[in-house]
């Protein structure tokens, strides 16, 4: 079974900053079953990145995803106050079972 | 537009089981696998199993293999998820959440609205 870990578990940052989020999986994961989503309170999680580094319908170009491997990283180029949530990343390689990482809550400074 | 509508919140007592819906619409029901996930009051997203509405084939993880049964009903587009032997700990937003898979990429696309079940004496 692939643990994928996320970190930090908690990252405070100001509208304006550069958000760096990173996702460690325990064995190494196919880039083209690599996905970011973004939770936010009372919410379902939505799609952002697909394929490690693909962005989702809609989702603005300050979103990128990058990685490869054991390693990859969701990075939001300039904080805007909807982008405060938590993040979770998750593989769907080629067999289940299919996880999720424990999450990154990105929360205002 | 693709919706996934899942049923009303339930409350079980412990030992009970729980079985919830997820109805389809929008897209072909049968071409996409459709995952189960459930999120603990203040907790991450834990992966329960996925299940292919074509065939029914299903896919548990481990830690509810026993107690987890998805099914389907293609003459309504209808998912379902049963829990049962229920404890405190089950007590969660349960989420059905449709699969996109593709030669270069494989992903949840859509989610349900979710589910709340509550586990109380």
């Known amino acids: 079974e692939i643990v994928l870990t996320q970190s930090p578990v908690t990252l405070s940052l100001s509208p304006g900053e550069r958000a760096t989020l990173s996702c460690r999986a325990s064995q190494s994961v196919s880039s083209i079953y690599l996905a970011w989503y973004q939770q936010k309170p009372g919410q379902a999680p939505r799609l952002l990145i697909y394929?490690?580094?693909s962005r989702a319908a809609g989702i603005p170009d300050r979103f990128s995803g990058s990685g490869s491997g054991t390693d990859f990283t969701l990075t939001i180029s300039r904080l805007e106050p909807e982008d405060f949530a938590v993040y979770y990343c998750q593989q769907t390689g080629s067999s289940p079972p299919y996880s999720f990482g424990q999450g990154t809550k990105l929360e205002i400074k | 537009q693709e919706q996934l509508v899942q049923s009303g919140a339930e409350v079980r007592k412990p030992g009970a089981s729980v079985k919830v819906s997820c109805k389809a619409s929008g897209y072909t029901f049968t071409s996409y696998y459709m995952h189960w996930v459930r999120q603990a009051p203040g907790q991450g997203l834990e992966w329960m199993g996925i299940?292919?509405?074509?065939?029914?084939?299903?896919d548990y993880a481990q830690k509810f293999q026993g107690r987890v049964t998805m099914t389907r009903d293609t003459s309504t587009s209808t998912v379902y998820m049963e829990l049962s032997s229920l404890r405190s700990e089950d007590t969660a937003m349960y989420y059905c959440a449709r699969d996109y898979c593709s030669t270069t990429s494989c992903y949840v696309v859509n989610w349900g609205q979710g589910t709340l079940v509550t586990v109380s004496s």
């Open positions: 299940i292919h509405p074509s065939g029914g084939g299903t």
């Open positions: 394929g490690a580094s």
